[in-house]
């Protein structure tokens, strides 16, 4: 309904939609609500159809007349995940080989399916239109440039809840944490880096 006033709880991508709505919050100065020209033109060069569905979000939320008191955001790539960077291309690549090597490689008809399958994926997440969610998490897409840049704080008040794997437990689990830690080289909760967690719009007093 209009008027409303917001507390937000999110989950992982949930805080990029709950970040969105913390720009259209009412209490904001009129350069911060919202998304302006030129951030709805950037978006328009990765998908043609985003600038008019962005449009439709401003004037809705103007009707609407939002308010967000406080936003919780649980483990969020605000920022990307390194999971999602360019390095995964050769870091999947490099695990399929091997493992092709021990079951046969491309004379194995399943591994040369899921190959293929996993590489195409892989090289659609930086594609608004067939993986936005995806995209949405990529490091270097359009959408995490504009949601952290530093020209805009927004009023809503915001708690960070940040994960780090840790060694302990079972060999499993360890060995799961090492692996992890080499692939992305700083504090990850597995899916998402620590230090993204953080990150997003920023916020009057930081």
């Given at each position: 309904?209009?008027?409303?006033t917001?507390?937000i709880?999110?989950?992982?991508?949930?805080?990029?939609?709950?970040?969105?709505?913390?720009?259209?919050?009412?209490?904001?100065?009129?350069?911060?609500?919202?998304?302006?020209?030129?951030?709805?033109?950037?978006f328009?060069?990765?998908?043609?159809?985003?600038?008019?569905?962005?449009?439709?979000?401003?004037?809705?939320?103007?009707?609407?007349?939002?308010?967000?008191?406080?936003f919780?955001?649980v483990?969020?790539?605000a920022?990307?995940t390194t999971?999602?960077?360019?390095?995964?291309?050769?870091?999947?690549?490099?695990?399929?080989?091997s493992?092709?090597?021990?079951?046969?490689g491309?004379?194995?008809?399943?591994?040369?399916?899921?190959?293929?399958?996993?590489?195409?994926v892989?090289?659609?997440r930086?594609?608004?239109?067939?993986?936005?969610?995806?995209?949405?998490?990529?490091?270097?897409?359009v959408?995490?440039?504009?949601?952290?840049?530093?020209?805009?704080?927004?009023?809503?008040?915001?708690?960070?809840?940040?994960?780090?794997?840790?060694i302990?437990?079972n060999?499993?689990?360890?060995?799961?944490?090492?692996l992890?830690?080499?692939?992305?080289?700083?504090?990850n909760?597995?899916?998402?880096?620590?230090?993204?967690?953080?990150?997003?719009?920023?916020?009057?007093?930081?």
């Open positions: 309904p209009p008027n409303l917001l507390d709880l999110s989950h992982s991508r949930g805080g990029l939609i709950g970040d969105i709505l913390a720009r259209y919050d009412t209490r904001n100065d009129r350069d911060v609500f919202g998304f302006d020209t030129h951030e709805i033109n950037l328009g060069e990765e998908d043609d159809k985003l600038p008019e569905i962005i449009n439709q979000i401003n004037k809705l939320a103007i009707e609407k007349s939002l308010s967000v008191q406080h919780v955001r483990a969020c790539p920022a990307g999971l999602l960077a360019e390095r995964l291309d050769h870091y999947l690549n490099a695990i399929l080989n493992v092709g090597f021990l079951i046969g491309k004379t194995n008809i399943l591994y040369s399916i899921a190959k293929e399958f996993l590489l195409e892989v090289q659609s930086s594609d608004a239109k067939s993986m936005p969610g995806l995209w949405a998490m990529t490091p270097d897409s959408y995490q440039k504009i949601n952290n840049k530093r020209d805009r704080d927004v009023k809503s008040k915001l708690f960070v809840i940040a994960g780090d794997s840790t302990g437990g060999v499993c689990n360890t060995l799961m944490v090492i992890t830690n080499l692939y992305y080289w700083e504090a909760d597995f899916v998402v880096d620590t230090k993204s967690m953080k990150r997003g719009v920023s916020r009057v007093g930081g």
